[in-house]
């Protein structure tokens, strides 16, 4: 099987919105509604796991639109980080979905509602050759390291810089096997999936992502995705 694992634990703080951002309404539709939409239009997507926040568990359920996938749509909750909520949906889709190691899971951010075909395609592809992968862009700033009191001390060479998006993509079996054994403090350094394989000395596969896969974090982001679903719109 190949599952879209829908991370949906945050609160939204840097959005300044009521509810979390994965809930606000982009042109009437809630963007963890998009986001799912996405994933389930893929023919090679069979399910969607949604990890969310415990606090928001039971509105996510009443959420309008959200089951109308032919029964595809699952929710479970979320753990107090990211990787924790992956493992709890890792461990929904084995005991729910009958899932085993060899079945292939993208890893997703709620709030990323522009994912598309090609990048879904391509990192399913991706499974044949390497462990994990990553959708990824290439910097375009400049960069610069500095400290905490804000003294820069280099700037790197931004032709080897990369944004990394979602999905991030990996076999369920290797996401175990990394993941079981560190201790907490191992599990707590890893912010995302990449970073944990990447701390047990794999090596990570970047796809190509494309600039509309834009996470919403700030209000000024919500101006940016309207732009992208208007010029959907026009183009159909």
């Given at each position: 099987m190949i599952i879209a694992a829908i991370v949906a634990g945050g609160s939204g703080s840097r959005m300044g919105t009521e509810l979390p951002k994965q809930f606000m309404e982009l042109e009437g539709v809630p963007v963890i509604v998009r986001t799912v939409r996405a994933f389930l239009s893929h023919s090679s997507v069979d399910a969607a796991i949604i990890g969310i926040n415990p606090s928001y568990y039971d509105y996510a359920r009443t959420l309008p639109g959200l089951y109308d996938q032919d029964g595809r749509v699952h929710i479970t909750m979320g753990g107090p980080d990211r990787n924790s909520t992956i493992e709890n949906i890792i461990g929904y889709a084995i005991s729910h979905l009958g899932c085993t190691d060899q079945d292939v899971v993208l890893s997703h951010d709620a709030v990323r509602p522009f994912v598309s075909p090609r990048m879904i395609s391509d990192s399913i592809s991706a499974m044949e050759t390497c462990e994990i992968c990553t959708t990824a862009i290439p910097e375009t700033d400049t960069v610069a390291v500095a400290d905490k009191a804000l003294n820069v001390s280099s700037f790197?060479?931004?032709?080897?810089?990369?944004?990394?998006?979602?999905?991030?993509?990996?076999?369920?079996?290797?996401?175990?096997?990394?993941?079981?054994?560190?201790?907490?403090?191992?599990?707590?350094?890893?912010?995302?999936?990449?970073?944990?394989?990447?701390q047990c000395g794999y090596n990570i596969r970047l796809i190509q992502g494309e600039l509309t896969n834009i996470k919403l974090t700030y209000p000024e982001d919500v101006s940016f995705a309207q732009a992208i679903i208007h010029k959907a719109e026009l183009c159909q």
């Open positions: 790197p060479d931004r032709s080897t810089l990369y944004r990394v998006q979602t999905p991030q993509t990996f076999r369920i079996g290797s996401f175990l096997k990394v993941w079981t054994p560190l201790t907490p403090a191992e599990k707590a350094r890893a912010t995302d999936v990449c970073s944990l394989y990447r």
